[in-house]
Every structure is written in C-alpha cells, then in structure tokens.
C-alpha cells in the first residue's frame, strides 16, 4: 500500500482490518484479495473483531467479538453535514432507548417506551441523525458489564458514525467569527466547518484535524479505524475513573455569591456576569485572536460589544444564558456534573433540530429561547420530542417514498 496508490471505488470492492487477526485484507473490483499484516497490534481490550470499508457505498460495516454488527457513514472531505434532521439525546434518554432495544420491560412509562420505539425506527431508517458526543462517552465509561456494552452497542448503531463537534472547538470557532466581524476581518475558512459531522475525532478535544489531511492514504486510514476505536470505547466492559472538577464547580459557586451579596441594578449584574464569562475564559478569545491575526483588546474593552456578539452565537449564546442565569440566581448550587450538561447541551440546541435534554439545563434552555422569541428546540421527555417530530412531519425514509408513490 504505497503512498503513490490511488485510492478509487473504480479499483477496490472493500478493505478490512480484522482485529483478531491484526490483517488488512484489500479486495480488488475484479475479485483479487490481498492481504498483509497490520503494522501496529490491536490495542488492549479492544471489543472490536473486524471493520470493512465499503467502497460503492461509503460505509463501514464493524463486527464486535460477540457477534454484533453496526453501520456507520464514513467521512467524505466534500460532505458538509447529514441532510436529515438532527436529534440530540442526553445521556438518560440514551439510556432509555437502549433498554428499549435491549429489554423494553425495563422501560416502566408506555409513553416514554412508545417514543423510545419511534426514535429507533426513525434512526435505523434514514429518518433521523443521533450524533454522539465527548460527554457521552465520559458519562458512559464508569459504567461497566453487559449494561456498558449494551448501552454503547445501542448508541453506536443509532448514531451511525455521526458526531457533535467538541463544544471547546465549536467555542473556539465562534469566538474566532465574532473577532473577525467585530474588526471587519475575513471570516477565517475553519469557521464553516459543520458541527455535526461524520469527521474522524472531532468529538474529542486533540489536535486531529481529518480536514486539513491532504493524502488520501494516510486520510482513509484514519477513517477506517475511527468507528472502531469509538465502538470499543463505548462497548468496553471494564469502567473507567469518573471526571470530576471541583474547582470549576468552587470558582462558579463564588461568583454566584458575590452577585447573591451586591446590590446592583439588572442592567449591571448582567454585564458583570458577561463579564465573568468572558474574564474566566480569556484564554479562548487569546487563542482565537491568534487564529484570526487580530488584536482582541478592544473587543473585551467593549461590555456592551460583548453582550451583542454572544447573543448573536447558536452555541455561546445559549452558554453564556445558562451561565448568567445561574451566576445571578442566589439559589444555585453548583455541582461537577454541571460543566459536561452546559457545554454539550447549549451547543446541540444551538446546532441540532432536536434536543432531548435532563431537566434541569433543558428547563433553563427552554426558558431561554422562549425568552428570545424563538420556538425552543429542547424537550424534556422523550414523548415530547417524539411529538414535535410528528408535528414537522419527520418520517422514515419507506414512509417518505410511499407518501411520495402515493402522491
């Protein structure tokens, strides 16, 4: 497999790396197979026993070592975000549906299991997309046994190889555009770069930029691993240490204080709690403006600049609400878990169609929107979701072409 190889559905049928093995099998279009060792072993505890690339249907096809089977959409660099509507489950709605497909007994609400039901077969049926993000597999790894693996299986074939971009790198990328409008900049290329994704890695927070790869060889490796490095991270049964920040926690729990304690008009406790937002993550706007080539110092000069920039973001503006919201309520208590919830659930409300969210950040993002003017997206039950879907007419792609046939 030479670096000079070019790589086209017109040569190839299908690629294979079977795990077990540790062999890449290549099969040709005219039916020749070959096959060669991998150059690096398996990595430990790996669930996954094989993973083919289709090539005419730019798919791949992963097999776990109990003999389960999933599909995901493989990323194409030409591709600019899925074409159905997007759904966004929080991690106990997740929960909800695997049992659902697992063992629907375990699902005591009829309303919630009906809705569970309808969501996989939206799913399985091109109807919807459920992109998967870095807060749940961080909520999915203390878990450990056949709940682990049959949750992660269940999200793994429901999302298909769909990702949420990480919150920080959506965070960077919206910060970057708000520079550049404020100093009558070019909007820097980056910024385009969708949210929901099938891009390799862009859940995580690293330095992996699919986009950027120019060689096919080295582009196409990466893609062919990705859906099995994140299906054995899902599925592996053996938990893992929990995140926790006790300090973020702390350093919030204090600003809500200070405001509990200041005798202020409105007007000024919000442009202090922007400015708090801001102040606390000044590296952002530093890191942005490098990105962008411009000085940031008068941007953050500017209260007033700032509020009107945020409110103008799909993710940060419904971040630095919750934020304010609860800096300025004097009952808040601040918990670890917090961060995880506010990060991925204002960015898949400002990205996604759909959100099904916990109560408590769902409630607050409802508020939010409603307050703005705009029909929230977020919904705190499965059935409500569900109910919205019916309501735009969501269907699965045999209900599309029959309402199409029966036109």
Known sequence: MADRLVLSADLFQYWAIDFVRNELLVVTADGQRHTEALSTPSWPNNQVAQSVFDW?????????????????????????????????LDQNHWSTVAWAMVDPSKVTRKDELAAALRIIELATDAGIVLPLSSSHYIETGPLYGERRYHLGLAMAKLSGGWQLRHPTAVWDNEVAVILAR???????????LPVITTEPQAFLANDVRAYEIDND???????LSEPSITLSCLIDITPEPKIISPAWAQRNQEITDYFAGKGISNKERRLQAAGFFWTDNIQVVAR???????????????????????????????LSALFRLRHL?????????????????????????????????????????????????????????????????????VESASSADGM
């Open 329 to 397: 309520d004097r009952n808040t208590r601040w918990k670890e878990n917090d961060l995880i919830d506010m990060m991925a659930l204002s960015c898949a409300a400002g990205y996604c169609d759909y959100v099904a969210a916990e109560r408590h950040t769902g409630t607050q993002l409802r508020q939010i929107m409603s307050a703005r003017g705009t029909p929230p997206n977020t919904f705190l039950t499965l059935a409500e979701l569900v109910d919205a879907l019916d309501r735009d007419g969501v269907k699965t792609a």
């Open 288 to 318: 942005a403006a490098t990105r962008v080539g411009i000085d940031a110092s008068p941007f953050l000069q500017d209260p007033r600049a700032l509020v009107q920039q945020l409110d103008s973001m799909p993710f940060l503006s419904n």
């Open 217 to 223: 060889w080295e582009l196409l490796q990466l893609v």
């Open 182 to 192: 404020y100093a009558g900049a070019p909007l820097p290329t980056f910024s385009e």
């Open 56 to 88: 005419e249907r730019w798919w791949i096809f992963s097999t776990t070592t109990r003999g389960d089977m999933l599909i995901s959409e493989a990323y194409s660099p030409i591709t600019t975000g899925p074409r159905r509507p997007t759904v966004y």
